[in-house]
């Protein structure tokens, strides 16, 4: 098989999973969006999908994001950055980005602000909640989310786009996406604009859509196993 075909077989796997995964819980297919996750391949498995439809992508690294962007560049594509987060990188991030999934700390926000104004841009914002209490994985501490998503708020380049979790190793993802859906209800009570919830990978993607995700992070399920 091609690696069209093989690509297309895959999306339409992913979206009959996704709906009836949306027909279980009660929700409606349009209200949960595809991420693809493109880190490890090539530039032309994102112009396969791309011409089946989709519109937005997702890079972990960035010196393979640029290389990306600047390839695709005049498409409309929606740009997320997935990744850890490292202050070297945010100046460089900032100047193709248009969603930044893992913030987790207030330095970023402020770096983000002086590098987004630099560049003339602007990016949506999501602050990553730590699941398991482990920081050093990423991810904030769910007390630590307000003060982060008020100095998001206040900020010009950043809008608060929403939350963004991945579930720890060690738990399941089930006691995971409870635990985010407990903390975005609270988080939805003060910033009730914000409603992106980015959770769901290729394999816990049915627990992420039961607990409330809006936008899930698909990898290998569309592309295959990365070495
Ligand atoms: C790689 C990655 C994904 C995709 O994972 P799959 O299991 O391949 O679907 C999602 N989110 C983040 C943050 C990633 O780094």
Redesign the pocket.
Known sequence: MNRRNEIEQNLNELNQRIEKACTDSGRSFDEVKTIA?T?TWPTSDIEILYDLGLRNF?E?KDQEAIKKVEELRGKDIHWHF??QIQTNKINHIASYADYV??IDRNKVVEAFENALEKNGRSINALIQVSLDGDESRGGALPEAISSIAKAIEDSIHLTLGGLMA?APVNQSPEVAFKKLSEIAGDFHQDFPSAQMISAG???DLEIAIKYGATHL?????LLGN?E
Do not use: F, N, Q, Y
């Not at 992070?217 to 399920?221: E, L, Q, T, V, Y």
């Open positions: 996750i880190k997702g972990s997935v990744g999934h893992a991945v990978m290729s394999d992070r698909i990898g290998s399920d990365r």
